[in-house]
């Protein structure tokens, strides 16, 4: 059945449809523009978050303990010339990304036999380890497991000097019979902190780098 609309009440009808449209599109376009500014917003904020450069240095020595010249003798599973650095184990914080490096392979063995060995009374520090990371903590916290010891130790770097930098030490124990301290093998952790790039995203390794596998990075 066709029926005919009068020239008002059609007029009327188109701009009652034409009011809906243009609403409609107007709801559509705000709500458009609301998640497009969350996105920059974001995306901004993202942008200006503040990264961090570090660079961890992991040096070894073996200073003497001055009751070293009492010894009389070693304990059948003591070396008494030398200590062994091995299974080291490292985990950076967990939005770290690795920029340059370096680390000596051997340290990071799980076998003793395989590990590096240092003489006694080496005061001259040698270095394990030495990475340069990105992250957005100002107070980074590094695990670290050497040795195959039972804990895992944690270090948060919270104290830098007015020169960027902050040194932690973990220290081993060698004895000698009868029952003296003998020599004290030291890891010192040296972190240096500057403020990185707040535009430009860092670079990182390749997820199949050999360094990743070995200290179980964190992206």
Known sequence: MNILLSSPLLSCLVALLTQASSSSSYEALTSFEDNNNNNNEFIRSRRLETLYEYR???EATTPLEDDYERCIGWEEQVNPENFTWWNLRIELPDDAQVTSGMYISDVTTALKEDGIIQ???????????NYTFTSASSTPTIR???????????????DFDDDGQEQQVKQFSVWCLPFFWAVSPTLTLSMTQTVGDESSPPSSFSDDDDTSAAFNVHR
Do not use: C, E, G, H
């Open 56 to 58: 961890l240095v992991l």
């Open 119 to 129: 003489p006694y009374n080496k005061t001259q520090s040698f270095d394990l380890f």
């Open 144 to 158: 670290l497991n050497l040795n195959n010891a039972v804990l895992v130790d944690t270090y948060t770097f919270d």
